[in-house]
C-alpha cells in the first residue's frame, strides 16, 4: 500500500465528512445532490457567512506568499481553535499549497480534530495531491482518528480522477489502517465508481468479489441499476434486478431502484417487459410512484410511442394514482400527435374526475388534431365546446380550421370562426382572414366576399397578392357588373 501513496484521488464533496456514515447515494435524486455537492468548495470571498477570524485567516492564505504564510498566520494572534481550522479549511480548496502551511501551524498549538483531517484529506484528494493525501492518512493512523469517512474521501478522488484501481485498491487496504470495511464502504465505493461515465461494468466487478466477504444491501443493488440506467444497458439491469429480488427479497423501500431498473427497461424500447414487472410489482405492493410514471412518460413521448405510453397511463391511473394537468396535457399532446382521437377525448373527459381540469392547451391540442384528420362535424361541435367552456381556439388553429371547414363544405362554420374572431379579438387576423377569403372565392359566394374584403380592407387587414388573384378569378367568371366590382376592391386593396 505504501506504493499507492505515490498514486491515490479525485473530486469529493466534504459533505461525506460530515454526516458519515451516510456517504453514498441510494437513489437519482441522491445522486444528483452528490453530484452537485461534488463541485469544488466555494472560497472565503464567495461565502458570505465566515465568521471575521476565519475570513482573515483565509486572506492570508490566499494573498502572502509561501515563505511569509506561517509568519503572517502568527502575526494575527488568532488562536487555531478546532471549529475555526475547520471553517477555514472548508473554504481552502482552491489554496492546496497555503492550506498545508496553515494545517501544519495550526497543529503546533493542538491536535487536530478528526473533522480537520478528513477535510485535509478530502482537499489534498481533490487537488490531486496523492502521496501528501496518504502522508495525511498514515499520520491520522497513528492519531487514531481514521473512519470510513476519510476512506470515502479517497474512494471519490480517485474515480473522478480516472483511477478506479486505485480506488479499488484503496478499500482493500483499509483494515490494515485499522478501519474494518463494511457496507457502508462498499456502497460509497459502489457510487463512486457508478457516478464516472461507463465504469458501471467496474463497480460490477468489484461486487461480484466483494460480495461474499461483506453481503450487499438493497442500496448496493440501487447503485448498481442507477449506473445501469445511466448507461442504458438493460440486459445488466435485468441481471442486477434478479439479484436484488433474490437476496433482499421486496419491499416499497427500495423504489429508488425499482425505478431505475423500469426506467432502463422503458429507455431501452423494452416497455413490453417494464409492464410485466410492473404487474409482478403490484402483486407485490411495490408499484412505483407518481414520479416513474412521469419520467417514463417523458421517454414515450420522445420515442412517440403512443400505444405503450397508454398502456402505462392505465396501469398508473388504475392503480390510484393522480396525474397532475402537466401529465394529461402531456399524453393528450402524444395520442393527439399520433392521430388517436379516441383517446384524446377520452383522457379530456377523465381530466376533471380527477381534479385536473382541461386548459387552453389541452383543447387547442384536441381541435389541432381533429383539423389535421379533417373531422369537419365533430370539429364543429368541439369549436362551440371550447368557447363555451371559454378556452378559445389559438389564431393558427382558427386559420386551419377556416380552410378545412371550407374544404368540408361546412362555408358556414368557417364564417362562424372568422366572426368568433372578430368578437373576440383573436388576433392577429392576416392568416385567417385571408383563408377565408379564398375558401369564398373558390365556392363563388360573391356576396359575402365583397362584404369581408372591404371590411378587411376598412381595418386594414393585410391581403395577400395571391388571395387578389383568387378572388379575381372568382369574381371575372360572374360576367361584367362582378368584374367591376372586383376593380373596385382591388384599386382599394392598392390604395390602401
Known sequence: MEAMAENPSSRLSSVPLLHPPQIYPSSSQTSKQQSHQLQQHPTYLETPDVSTRARILCEILTKASPDKVETALSSTGIKPLPEIVEEVLKHSYGF??????????AGMNQKHSAYAWNLMVDLLGKNESFEQMWDAIRSMKQEGVLSVATFVSVFGSYCSAGKINEAVMTFDVMDRYGVEPNIVAVNSLLSAICRENNQTLKALEFFERIKTKIAPDADSFAILLEGWEKEGNA????????????RVGWSPQYMSAYDAFLTTLVCGSQVDEAIKFLQVMKGKNCLPGLKFFSNALDILIKQNNSAQAVLLWDIMVGNGLIPNLIMYNAIIGLVCNNNDIDNAFRFLDEMVFYGAFPDSLAYNMIFQCLIKNKKVRVAGRFFFEMIKNEWPPTHSNCAAAITMFFNGDDPEMAIEVWEYMI??????????????????SDMGRLTELKRFTEYMLDRRVEIYESTMEKMKHAFFKEGRSARDTYDSLSRKWKSS
Open 96 to 105: 492546496p499549497s497555503a492550506a498545508i502551511t496553515f494545517f501544519r501551524w
Open 235 to 246: 440486459a445488466k439491469a435485468k441481471n442486477t434486478f434478479g439479484e436484488m429480488v433474490i
Open 423 to 440: 368578437k373576440n379579438h383573436v388576433l392577429p387576423l392576416e392568416v385567417s382572414a385571408n383563408a377565408l377569403l379564398t375558401g369564398l
